[in-house]
């Protein structure tokens, strides 16, 4: 039986129920604690959807004897601090956006190619590919990882207080990106002028004009209200949300085969829904902004061929860096 290492911010009861956990049951036994699942995402999120949606599917076509247990909004760490627990085996699940494990598995680095899709649709099809997705596999288990299922958030999409139509219309303008790299190697390319900032201060930064603009799906936009200080959205769709659902791979190989089935299993029919609701929540969102009076713009597919032709830098950056046979599979058919 695997022993988990305990972590300083759960309770005593917590690190019990880990410490304790039966990882290899018989099928007349019931699992008596709850493995942890951890993300770094608020509760009202698809990310939680996602988490919790997956940990009922397992409870579910277990008849209840296998058993997880979700821990939202950063209660068992940060991005980085989930990623290096997952590895390390203490905390076997983590659900969590690719972008902050671009740094942890280089390949990743493949979902930061701006502009590859048109439609949601087009990147599920894309991710779901068998191909793809068996050498985006490949990455997590080289990385310590086993990769169950990948869902999303929509498209990271442009606030800003300033209308954006045509490319020039980024020129100059200050948005707030993640620390990545390639997103600001993005931005940069359209003429705006990129300035990484940790996300509690963007309302503030928004606020008190220090910035103009930021990124991120409408899921975040509408949840934290970022709308309230910016006259326009606009669907820049250059890059996909996507929430990764990984286990730590030597935890799952350890797992009777049934239950690996059980768990497969569970993925695909969470990942299915939080698409879903993903969907809904993107049209709910967008019923909240249009409703606050800011405008939502819908750019040409001349501007998007424009930025798409503007960020070849960026795919050239990328393609030097990440295996050839990854990139390759991600943009065929574009």
């Known amino acids: 039986m695997k022993k988990y290492i305990c972590i300083p911010l759960l309770a005593a009861a917590g690190i019990l129920a880990f410490t304790m956990t039966g990882c290899n049951s018989?099928?007349?036994?019931?699992?008596?604690?709850?493995?942890?699942?951890?993300?770094?995402?608020?509760?009202?999120?698809?990310?939680?959807?996602?988490?919790?949606?997956?940990?009922?599917?397992?409870?579910?076509?277990s008849n209840g004897k296998m058993k997880i247990q979700v821990y939202a909004n950063?209660?068992?760490?940060?991005?980085?601090?989930?990623?290096e627990t997952c590895a390390d085996g203490d905390i076997p699940f983590v659900v969590q956006n690719t972008a902050p494990q671009v740094s942890f598995m280089n390949d990743l680095a493949v979902f930061d190619l701006p502009c590859v899709f048109d439609t949601l649709d087009e990147c599920r099809a894309k991710i779901d590919n068998p191909e793809f997705y068996s050498l985006i596999s490949d990455v997590y288990t080289d990385g310590g990882y086993h990769l169950l299922g990948m869902a999303d958030q929509g498209f990271r999409i442009m606030s800003t207080n300033k209308k954006v139509e045509n490319l020039s219309d980024f020129k100059g303008q200050k948005i707030r990106t993640m620390e990545n790299s390639y997103h600001i190697a993005f931005w940069k390319a359209l003429g705006a002028n990129p300035t990484p900032m940790t996300f509690n201060e963007v309302y503030i930064g928004l606020q008190q004009h220090t910035i103009d603009a930021q990124e991120n799906p409408y899921e975040v936009i509408v949840s934290n209200r970022l709308y309230e200080q910016q006259d326009y959205v606009v669907e820049t769709n250059h890059l996909p949300h996507l929430i990764s659902l990984i286990v730590n791979d030597d935890f799952f190989k350890d797992l009777p085969k049934d239950e690996q089935v059980i768990m497969t299993k569970a993925a695909k029919l969470a990942t299915e829904y939080a698409r879903e609701q993903s969907d809904a929540r993107i049209a709910d969102r967008v019923a909240t902004i249009e409703e606050s009076g800011t405008e939502i713009i819908t750019l040409s597919a001349e501007t998007r061929k424009e930025i798409r032709k503007a960020s070849e830098s960026v795919y050239k950056t990328i393609e030097d860096s990440i295996s050839p046979a990854i990139y390759n599979s991600y943009?065929?058919?574009?």
């Open 26 to 61: 018989s099928d007349d036994e019931v699992q008596r604690y709850s493995w942890p699942l951890a993300t770094a995402s608020p509760e009202d999120t698809v990310t939680q959807i996602f988490a919790e949606k997956f940990a009922a599917e397992v409870a579910d076509l």
């Open 331 to 334: 943009i065929s058919g574009k």
């Open 74 to 83: 950063s209660t068992l760490g940060g991005d980085r601090d989930l990623l």
